[in-house]
């Protein structure tokens, strides 16, 4: 399985790729993952990008697509979450599959209106121990759990502006690949309000795996 996650941010492609990934055996690579990791470190790169992911802006194509390539041989079968964002990055994946023999088998695009988006990013928090992704009011992270002691923190880039400014470029930058794969014939559409187990079955039947 070769497949892409398009949508904006809080659409749930981090959630649904953590599903997908534990059912499907298929590999999880998010960018935004590489990038906060690459932050923690402290490394020289991760100070670079630091400025950009605090602000909601997206860190420069030639610098996101040497993180992301080396993931792409990493796994037989993966799911890409965050990866492309912009038709030069998408030219640049197109490229570098080329290269390898890979071919992309769906694009899977998740699609939900942007006052649902803001209020699922500002209520999210994450887990420092596990990773995984909960909702204050919808799915609030445990209490006294020894199975995800937390902490549950916010992103840095969860703050109204941030949120407002990740909008903007998605639906400015990102959203056009939506075009740039149905020509392709590889795009899938899939309505992301839906519970998340639902929209867990959709996209795995629109990847051709049963749900
Ligand atoms: P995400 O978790 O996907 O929302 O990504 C968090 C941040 O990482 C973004 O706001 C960007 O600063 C950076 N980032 C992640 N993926 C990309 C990408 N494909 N192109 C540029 N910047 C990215």
């Known amino acids: 399985m070769r497949v ?3 949508g904006p941010q809080g659409a749930g492609k981090g959630t649904q790729a953590h599903r997908i990934a534990q059912q499907t055996g298929a590999k999880h690579i998010s960018t935004g993952d590489i990038v906060r990791a690459e932050i923690k470190s402290g490394s020289e790169l991760g100070q670079k990008v630091q400025d950009y992911n605090d602000r909601g802006e997206l860190v420069p194509d030639e610098i996101i697509v040497e993180m992301a390539k ?3 041989t990493g796994a037989d079968s993966w799911l890409l979450d965050g990866f492309p964002r912009n038709e ?3 030219r640049a994946l197109d490229a570098a599959l080329k290269e390898l023999g890979i071919e992309l088998d769906k694009v899977i695009a998740l699609e939900a209106p942007d006052d649902d988006l803001v209020k699922r990013l500002s209520g999210r928090r994450t887990s420092d121990s596990t ?3 909960y909702h204050v009011e919808h799915d609030p992270p445990p209490e006294n759990s020894d199975e995800d002691p937390g902490p549950f923190v916010q992103r840095k880039d969860d703050t109204e502006d941030a949120i407002r400014r990740r909008l903007e470029i998605y639906h400015d930058q990102t959203e056009p690949l939506k075009d740039y794969y149905a020509e ?3 795009l899938a559409t899939v309505d992301a309000t839906q519970e998340i187990s639902k929209v867990t079955d959709d996209v795995l039947k629109a990847v051709g795996e049963t749900a």
């Open 4 to 6: 892409i996650l398009l």
């Open 70 to 72: 080396p993931y792409l």
């Open 88 to 90: 030069s990055q998408a």
């Open 131 to 133: 990773g995984k992704i």
């Open 184 to 186: 392709r014939g590889l």
